[in-house]
């Protein structure tokens, strides 16, 4: 979802240069300036590609030697055409040759790395490591409930509680009533869970409460944040946003701190959590969106209602000169993670766009490209659909601060109708739910076997 507190949005020269993970937004609707990638230019100087995003972790660059031999060129250069660069973009700081492509890791001990393709047809390719498993991969039905044996992680989105307001997924526009995105993505995934187990479903939820997954807390992150501040040559920042607003808060210490902590240490958490506990066959990001609104005080409403869902892709050259960015989109390439991700989004995409009736957002910045021939579905780089190392389909429906849809959330989840602005209306979350599974089901019952 994108920041609720329009107002907070920072304009000034110095903060347009913020890094692209402060700004990462789902749904972003209003263009930006600190959403927008900075120019691409020729890389002069390899140590830039030995940079590693905030709170990243170098990457070990053997890892990716095992993929050797898993694609054709024919096969590398259409998903990096259709699915993984950005539109229009500068070309990437890696190159592609008929024989292999060459990855520069920014250690000059090994300064590349060389992961050579395959000749011949798709049907001599190795099956790359992995811990998910494709629907065609999944054992035969024989009779039993559509989605037995199919591992699902809901990841409710941001945390809720008493969070929201830091984490700006707060909304009220009446003194004692408000609904806070991650509450309502925890109940969404409760709920959805209850539906999916009893399709025989394997269901586990990555954050079970309104607490965070990350135990890091935002005064463990400042010497971090002061050392961003110092780069975007704020040398002596404040050290709260105490009786400060606008620009002037967005360049503090806690300010930095925070974001450091919500948006970054906690999907890194649950990164974790994905990749060496739960190993699911493919997670579901529950989210909901929003369109700017005013400020805080005064929030208004919008007349916009509508839904995507992202895959991974579409990734920057900028982007890409990290070399922990480098080194996970690679690995999720050569897994062939979109083959699963990109079919398995659209149908989830028409399942949710028949319960819920909305039209498909329109992307109008660069970040995002679309996947597939769903208008739902938009290719774009994001940490969590990034770092889940298995299918991942990010999930954006309803404007929480479109009227209608915000007096359908203030009643939370019901089955039925009830009486919501002088008609009979469903619960956006039960629709949410219905399209969810249906999308599932008409997924996994033409593609998995059934005997």
Sequence with gaps: MMFLFKARRLRTAVLCALPAWLSEAPGQVVPDP??????????????????????????????????????????????????????????????????????????PAKPEVCIEFRNGGAGNAPDPQRYW??????????????????????????????????????????PGEAIQEGDLSLLTAQVLKERLTAL???VTLVRDKAEPVTVQRPEDLNPVAIGLLKEMGITE?????????GDAKGATVQWHAERLFYRLSEIHARAVKVNRQIKPDVVLCLHLNAEGWGTAETPQFSPLNH????????????ELEQADTRHEMFTRLFQRVHEEEIPLATRVAAGMADATGLPAYVYTTPNARHAGTNPHVYARNLLANRMYQCPVVYLEPFV??????????????????????????SS?????????????????????RTS
């Design 34 to 107: 600190i959403q927008a990638a900075a120019p691409s230019v020729p890389i002069t100087d390899p140590t830039r590609l030995a940079r590693i995003s905030p709170l990243g972790v170098a990457p070990d660059w053997s890892t990716l030697a095992a993929f050797g031999g898993t694609f054709t060129h024919e096969e590398f250069q259409q998903a990096w055409d259709r699915t993984y660069s950005a539109e229009n973009a500068l070309p990437p700081p890696f190159q592609i040759r008929p024989q292999a492509v060459i990855v520069p890791t920014g250690d």
């Design 307 to 318: 839904l995507h869902v992202l895959v991974n892709g579409c990734y920057a050259p900028i």
């Design 237 to 245: 920042p404040a050290a709260t946003y105490d009786g400060l607003t």
């Design 428 to 448: 956006a979350l039960e629709d949410y739910v219905r399209g969810v599974v249906q999308g599932l089901l008409n997924y996994y019952q033409t593609q998995r």
């Design 133 to 174: 498993r494709r629907a065609a991969e999944l054992p035969p039905l024989r009779d039993r409930p559509p989605l037995s044996d199919l591992h699902i992680a809901l990841d409710p989105g941001h945390i809720g509680g008493q969070w929201a307001r830091m984490e700006e997924r707060f909304l009220s526009f009446q």
């Design 400 to 425: 929480m601060n479109h009227e209608e849809t915000y007096r359908r959330l203030l009643a939370g989840h019901y089955v039925g109708r009830t009486l919501i602005g002088g008609r009979l209306t």
């Design 200 to 202: 025989g479903a394997i």
